[in-house]
């Protein structure tokens, strides 16, 4: 085994992994895969922290203390400062609501538990995210839990077990890490994404590594490097948040990291020469608090523009170079603050910022004190905003005991409760797409009286497309449409409409998925009963923030839906396209009769979550106008 040396161009992916995280979140289109800079890092910590226990166990000097104490001296100083800096500029900028989710997160952040509070209560790549300060810690909140119970592992392990015992324990450990986050990304992706299971794999990808390199167990391949850092890069650019990571598809950029750890030695490659220049290697030292201080910055600067995101990253790099220098190595020196000091610090802030946080939660955000700085109509709409946020577009609703279910796959259970249905009630509207379908889905149970309404709907799950993570149902739903054709009265597709639009925003329409979706509704035989097209949605486009409602709403009130005039277009073409098909075509425009501004904002309350669905009482409100319609009436009665 060979001694812990320390190894610049490990800063220099360190450089690579954060600022593919920092341009995800400033909204950077070539890095909509950005977010798994945090896998890099993952990687990264697992060799590392491996790296130091063997070594220690090695020389017979690991103490459990000493760790504890080094990993709290390196995370926590800068960590708090961060949330202490975060705290005035949410009250003064925070409505009640937010402040309030604000101080609770605080009470979670302080113990290390924020990322389940945050698979609790949001998503990391929804809006609401955006507006969570502190949404970033869920990482550290992972690390430390697996700082806490790795080194005990590693213990007790070492003293019953030898070394190649370990490795075989962590490659079965890793396998089933992996197995478990790619079931899970299908199923619950957002408990996937933030707990520490679906992420050991990426930990321990980084201990495996981290044996190889101490045994020099592995063969020379050197020449492929520079593929294995393309493959980082690559993540960074085509995948998504769609791909709903992390899976399998997480070890493209993990196993490239892992094996550019291992064959990155060889000081005379261009790529190490590079990776551990002075440069990437600064910004490699600083990337611990570049990552801390970003995320807030752009939280609270979330309408700002390009230049103004640059200007950003430009100026958290010298004030995030004076935190390395002042605050992380101060605090890492035990020669300039004792353990006594260390301790003082520690207990004080977590005094202070608890205090700080259970009287943001308790008082509602401060709701008494804060009113008086808003306008009160801005603030009736700031309400709604958030009101509209937190009911989730993707989630449905039914009553346990009732015939109004719904499903993202065609599972047995749904199987089961569908054929107790029909016994009672023959004949079922079933409602099929996206998560426009899971939106339709809860307008009609919330409006209407029919017994037996039901849907199979899933997100980004379209007939004319495939989902490469996802199991979509369409195949499936065709054959249990037709095994029970003879209970389905009425069949009713949607979609999202922009899909078919270049980009999801220009013309011109892209009419083969048009063409594929009418064939797959074609294919479908349910008897003498309708099949229908129901589409496309209103997508207004607009981001629901403070900024932009208030321009929209107060500024703005002659705001229509009907403005966007490319989807207007597509409605017309949709029309064309099925004149002559089997399956009828119903136009959302014409059935919900949008009332100029007025359907935006209706009794004090959006109708819209986000930049295209229904906010729950959108649901209702859009809901009513459907069910009560004379088109769908006469569906009915056909």
Known sequence: MRNLKYRPEIDGLRAIAVFGVIFYHAGFVLFKGGFLGVDVFFVISGFLITNIILLDIKNKNFSL??????????????????????????????????????????????????????????????????????????????????????????????????????????????????????????????????????????????AITALLVLNNKFPNINFLRNIFFLLIIFSFSFFSEKNNMPNYLSLIPTISTALLIIFLEDRNSILYKVLSSNFFVFLGKISYSLYLFHFPIFVFLADSNFYIKILVIIGIIPFSFLSYKYIENSFRDSKKISTKNFSIFIISYLIISTIIGFVFRETNGLEKYNLGRYNPEEFLIIKSVN????????????????????????????????NDCKKKFKKAIFILGDSHGIDLYNALYQNSNYPFIVSISQDECRPHTENIVRQCHHAKTREFLKKFSSNIRLLIFTDKGSYYLENGINLPIKKELILKTREYLESIQIGSSKVVWMGPNIE??????????????????????????????????????????????????????????????VENKITYSDKDHWSTFGEKYFGKRIFNSEVFLNLLKE
């Not at 389940?116 to 507006?131: K, Q, R």
């Not at 490319?566 to 009769?593: A, G, P, R």
């Open 65 to 206: 203390k000493s760790f504890y104490l080094r990993r709290a001296r390196r995370i926590l100083p800068v960590l708090f400062l961060t949330i202490l800096l975060t705290i005035p500029l949410s009250f003064l900028i925070m409505y009640p609501e937010s402040l309030e989710y604000f101080g609770k997160t605080i009470l979670r952040v302080n113990f290390f538990v924020s990322n389940f509070w945050f698979n609790n209560t949001t998503n990391y790549f929804n809006n609401l995210a955006s507006h969570s300060p502190l949404l970033h810690t869920w990482s550290l909140a992972v690390e430390e839990q697996f700082y806490i119970v790795y080194p005990l592992f590693v213990l007790l392990f070492f003293k019953f077990f030898k070394i190649k015992h370990f490795l075989f324990t962590l490659i079965l450990l890793v396998l089933s890490s992996i197995l478990f986050s790619s079931y899970a990304s299908v199923f619950k992706p957002t408990f996937n994404f933030f707990i520490i299971f679906s992420r050991f794999f990426e930990l321990g990808i980084g």
């Open 387 to 418: 009101d509209a946020k937190i009911s989730s577009n993707d989630e449905n609703i039914f009553d346990d005991q009732s015939c109004k279910f719904w499903s993202e796959n065609l599972t047995s259970e749904f199987v089961q409760r569908f």
């Open 540 to 601: 207004p486009n607009i981001d629901l923030d403070k900024k932009n409602a208030s321009i929209n709403i107060i500024k703005n009130k002659q705001f229509s839906l009907l403005e966007n005039k490319n989807i207007n277009f597509l409605d017309k073409i949709l029309i064309k396209e099925l004149t002559n098909s089997e399956v009828s075509y119903i136009s959302k425009i014409d059935l919900m009769k949008y009332d100029s501004s007025q359907d935006w904002y």
